[in-house]
C-alpha cells in the first residue's frame, strides 16, 4: 500500500472538541474504552474460529496488554484479536461514528453465538484524543496476505497511513500522552482505573511498566509448565536434624525433604476475573463464593445478611447479584452501591433509570446488554424498556422478600430489623413493590413477637372478641326487645350508621419510645391489650402509607386515648360534677383557660393522671417539627391534647374534696407534669420546676 495522507471523514461538524471535552464525563474511561475495543477483536477472531472462517493457532491465548511507559510519556494498548487492513482502518477509523462491531453483527447475524460483542457505539476509539496529542495504530489482519497498516494522527483532522512492520495478527494502539494527562502512564494509576472499569471483561488483561526488568519467582519444579521461562533450576538437599531417643541413643531424623525446584520469569497475573459471579447459574454458586465476591468488590468485611442471584433470558437478558448488607445505623445514612455493567463492562454506579431508587440502599452488580446506552456508554437513552428492567428487578426483590417470609420465616425474622428501613423506604418510593410486601411487612409487638399486618389485625380482633363478649349478649337481648322502637328512628339510625362508617377501620396500636411511653404500655399489659413498636424515624411517613393503601386500618398510638377495657363502666352523667370542679381547679392551678380536662374511673387506681393527644394532633405535630415550625405547635393543636383524672386515685379524690387547700395548686402541678412525664420528656425550665416542686412536696411530707 501506498502511504496515504487524508481528512477523516467527520459526521457531524467540530467532532473533535466535543469528544476532547464533553463526551465523556470522566478522562479516565478511555481506557475501557480501548480496551472494549480489543475485547471485541478477539471476540470477532473467536466467533470466526467457531464458524470455520479463520483457525487459530494451536495454543492460542486471548489477552489484552497495556505497557505504562512514564519516561517516554506513551501508553500501549494490544491485543490479539483480528487486526485490520488498510481499508477497514478507512472504513472504521477514518470515518468517525461508523460503528465496526454493529457492522460484524449485521454480517453474521444468521449464524448466532453466545458470545456478545462489547462494542457498539462507534466513537470509543476517540476517546484515546482526550488524554494523548498523537495516536498511532499498528494493525495486522487476520486475512490471508493481509499487510499490516500503520496509521498516525496528531488530534487535528487530518491522518496519515501507510505500511507498516507489525508481524503478529492483532492490533497496537500508541498514545502519546499530553502534559495534563502524564498519572495514566503510572503504573499504579494505571491499574486503579483498569480495576474500576474493567475487572470483569472477558478477556485477560495485563498490564506491565515498558522496557522494565524482568522480575522472577521460584517455584516447585513439576509445576513448570512450557510456557514458562526457565532462568536456572535449583536443588534443596533434605535437612537432618540430630535427635537423642528415650534410650540416650542418637540418630539423625529427615526435617526438610529434597526438593527440586525452578527459578523462572515471573508469571503474569491478569487484573481481571473473566467469568464474574453473577455470570454463572444461581445453582452453580456456593455461598462461600457469593461472600468472597461481595468482600472483593464492595470491600465491606461484614458479611452479607442475604442475597438476590437475578438471571434472566426473556425477554430481556439480564443477570447480576443484590447483596442486603447489616445496617446498623438509622436510614438517612445509609448508603449502598449499584454497579451497573454492559456485557460484564463497567457503566456507572446507581444508574436511577434502571435502579429504583430505594434498591440503591443495596449493594450489588447488575449486567444488562440489552441496555440502550447512548455514545459514551454512561448515560440511559430514555425509552420503556429501561422501565421493565426497573420493573423487574423490583418485583423480584419483593418475591425474593416474600417468598422468605412464607417458607423461613425464622430468617426472615432474624433479618428483619436490619432490612425493615429499606422496605418501608422502598414501600415509600414504589407503589408496586408496596403492593407486593403489604402482607409481609413484619411489626415487632410488646412481647418481642413478630407479626404481619394481618396478624396484627387478627391479635386486635381476638382480643376485641373475648373483651366484649359477655355485652355482646346482652346487646342481643336488647335488640329483641326494642325492635319497634328501632323501626320509628331512622333518621337517627341513619345518622348513625354514618359516624360508625366513619370509625369502621380497625386500630393497630402502636409505641414510638418504650420507655417513655412505659406507663401507657403497663396499661395495655393489664388489659391483655398488645401493641407494635414503630420506633425508626421512617416509621411516621410509612404508617400513613399503608393507612392509604389500607382502608380497613388505622394506626394509633397507645397515648392517642384510653380504651374502655381500661376504664369502669360508668356513665359521662355520673362523672359530670367531679369533671366540672377538677376542670376548673387544675384551669386555676396551671393559669391555662384552655386546658382540656376529663375524668374516667380507671381500672388501676394507681394511675393518677395521664396525657392523650390524638392521632391526627399528634402527626400535625410532628409534621410541624420536622418543617422546622415547632414553636406554633401547642397555640394551634392544643386543643388535641387531653389530662385525663382518674377518680379511682386517692390523690385525686384529695384534689376533688380539698380543691380550696393551700396545697391543692401544688398537687395540681405535680400531677399534670407527671402525666406529661410519661408522654414526652419536659423541656429544661419545666423540669427545673419539677425537680424544685418535689422537693418542696417531701418537705410537705416529713413535715
Given at each position: 500500500m501506498n502511504s496515504k495522507h487524508g481528512n477523516l471523514s467527520i459526521n457531524s461538524d467540530n467532532i473533535f472538541p466535543i469528544i476532547k471535552k464533553w463526551l465523556y464525563s470522566d478522562h479516565d474511561i478511555f481506557y475501557r474504552e480501548l480496551i472494549s475495543n480489543g475485547c471485541d477483536a478477539i471476540t470477532k477472531l473467536k466467533k470466526l474460529?467457531?464458524?470455520?472462517?479463520?483457525?487459530?493457532?494451536?495454543?492460542?491465548?486471548?489477552?489484552?496488554q497495556i505497557l505504562v511507559n512514564p519516561e517516554a510519556k506513551t501508553l500501549k494498548f494490544i491485543d490479539n484479536g483480528l487486526g485490520m487492513t488498510a481499508d477497514e482502518v478507512e472504513e472504521y477509523i477514518n470515518q468517525i461514528a461508523f460503528s465496526g462491531a454493529s457492522d460484524f453483527l449485521e454480517k453474521y447475524k444468521d449464524?448466532?453465538?453466545?458470545?456478545?460483542?462489547?462494542?457498539?457505539?462507534?466513537?470509543?476509539?476517540?476517546?484515546?484524543?482526550?488524554?494523548?496529542?498523537?495516536?498511532h495504530i499498528d494493525s495486522l489482519s487476520y486475512q490471508k496476505d493481509a499487510v499490516p497498516v500503520h496509521w498516525t494522527c496528531d488530534g487535528g483532522t487530518e491522518f496519515d497511513m501507510s505500511d507498516g512492520s507489525k508481524t503478529d495478527v492483532g492490533t497496537e494502539i500508541t498514545l502519546f500522552l499530553n502534559e495534563d494527562c502524564l498519572e495514566f502512564a503510572n503504573e499504579y494509576r494505571a491499574k486503579e482505573v483498569i480495576q474500576k472499569y474493567c475487572s470483569f471483561m472477558p478477556t485477560p488483561i495485563f498490564l506491565a511498566k515498558e522496557n522494565a526488568p524482568e522480575e522472577y519467582e521460584t517455584i516447585p519444579a513439576e509445576e513448570v509448565t512450557e510456557k514458562d521461562k526457565?532462568?536456572?533450576n535449583i536443588v534443596e538437599e533434605a535437612k537432618f536434624e540430630e535427635k537423642e531417643n528415650e534410650d540416650g541413643t542418637k540418630e539423625q531424623v529427615e526435617v526438610s525433604p529434597r526438593m527440586e525446584k525452578a527459578k523462572i520469569v515471573k508469571r503474569p497475573v491478569a487484573l481481571n476475573d473473566t467469568h464474574p459471579l453473577?455470570?454463572?447459574h444461581p445453582n452453580d454458586c456456593t455461598d462461600e463464593e457469593y461472600k468472597t465476591f461481595y468482600r472483593k468488590v464492595f470491600q465491606d468485611y461484614k458479611e452479607p445478611l442475604f442475597w438476590i442471584h437475578l438471571n434472566m433470558d426473556y425477554p430481556f437478558n439480564l443477570k447480576g447479584i443484590l447483596y442486603f448488607p447489616k445496617i446498623n445505623t438509622e436510614y438517612d445514612s445509609i448508603e449502598g452501591t449499584i454497579k451497573l455493567y454492559n456485557n460484564q463492562v463497567f457503566i456507572a454506579d446507581n444508574i436511577k433509570e434502571v435502579i429504583p431508587e430505594f434498591l440503591m440502599l443495596l449493594k450489588g452488580v447488575i449486567d444488562c446488554p440489552d441496555l440502550p446506552l447512548n455514545v459514551s456508554r454512561s448515560a440511559l437513552q430514555n425509552d420503556g424498556f429501561v422501565q421493565k428492567i426497573s420493573d423487574y428487578i423490583t418485583k423480584k426483590v419483593a418475591d425474593k422478600l416474600s417468598g422468605m417470609c412464607k417458607t423461613d420465616k425464622e430468617s426472615y425474622e432474624k433479618y428483619w430489623d436490619d432490612i425493615s428501613p429499606f422496605i418501608k423506604f422502598g414501600c415509600l418510593k414504589d407503589e408496586k413493590f408496596c403492593d407486593k410486601m403489604n402482607d409481609y411487612i413484619l411489626f415487632k409487638n410488646l412481647d418481642d413477637k413478630y407479626l404481619t399486618l394481618p396478624e396484627c389485625l387478627k391479635t386486635e380482633e381476638g382480643t376485641a372478641d373475648s373483651k366484649d363478649m359477655d355485652s355482646e349478649n346482652a346487646d342481643n337481648a336488647s335488640e329483641n326487645t326494642d325492635e319497634a322502637s328501632k323501626d320509628t328512628e331512622n333518621t337517627s339510625e341513619a345518622d348513625t350508621d354514618t359516624e360508625e362508617e366513619k370509625d369502621s377501620r380497625k386500630p393497630v396500636y402502636y409505641v414510638t419510645d418504650r420507655q417513655q411511653q412505659g406507663q401507657y404500655i403497663k396499661m395495655f399489659q393489664e388489659q391483655d391489650m398488645d401493641a407494635v413498636i414503630l420506633d425508626h424515624n421512617i416509621d411516621a411517613s410509612f404508617i400513613t402509607q399503608l393507612e392509604r393503601r389500607n382502608e380497613n386500618i388505622k394506626f394509633v398510638r397507645i397515648d392517642a386515648d384510653l380504651t374502655d377495657s381500661m376504664k369502669?363502666?360508668?356513665?359521662?352523667e355520673d362523672l359530670k360534677e367531679a369533671k366540672?370542679?377538677?376542670?376548673?381547679?387544675?384551669?386555676?392551678?396551671?393559669?391555662?383557660?384552655?386546658?382540656?380536662?376529663?375524668?374516667?374511673?380507671?381500672?388501676?387506681?394507681?394511675?393518677?393522671?395521664?396525657?392523650?393527644?390524638?392521632?391526627?394532633?399528634?402527626?400535625?405535630?410532628d409534621m410541624m417539627k420536622m418543617y422546622g415550625m415547632a414553636g406554633m405547635d401547642s397555640s394551634m393543636f392544643g386543643g388535641d391534647q387531653t389530662l385525663i383524672l382518674n377518680a379511682n386515685n386517692e390523690l385525686v379524690k384529695y384534689i376533688l374534696e380539698n380543691k380550696d387547700s393551700e396545697h391543692v395548686p401544688v398537687f395540681c402541678e405535680q400531677l399534670y407534669d407527671l402525666a406529661l412525664l410519661s408522654n414526652h420528656p419536659l423541656s429544661p425550665d419545666a423540669m427545673g420546676k419539677f425537680?424544685?416542686?418535689?422537693?418542696?412536696?417531701?418537705?410537705?411530707?416529713?413535715?
Open positions: 474460529d467457531l464458524m470455520g472462517e479463520y483457525e487459530l493457532a494451536d495454543g492460542y491465548e486471548p489477552k489484552i449464524k448466532a453465538s453466545e458470545e456478545q460483542i462489547i462494542g457498539h457505539f462507534g466513537l470509543g476509539f476517540y476517546s484515546a484524543f482526550m488524554v494523548a496529542d498523537e495516536v526457565v532462568i536456572e453473577w455470570a454463572k369502669e363502666d360508668v356513665s359521662e366540672d370542679t377538677l376542670t376548673e381547679t387544675f384551669r386555676k392551678a396551671l393559669s391555662n383557660e384552655n386546658l382540656n380536662v376529663n375524668v374516667e374511673k380507671l381500672k388501676n387506681a394507681e394511675i393518677s393522671s395521664v396525657i392523650t393527644l390524638s392521632e391526627e394532633g399528634r402527626r400535625m405535630q425537680v424544685a416542686r418535689s422537693n418542696k412536696i417531701m418537705l410537705l411530707l416529713a413535715k
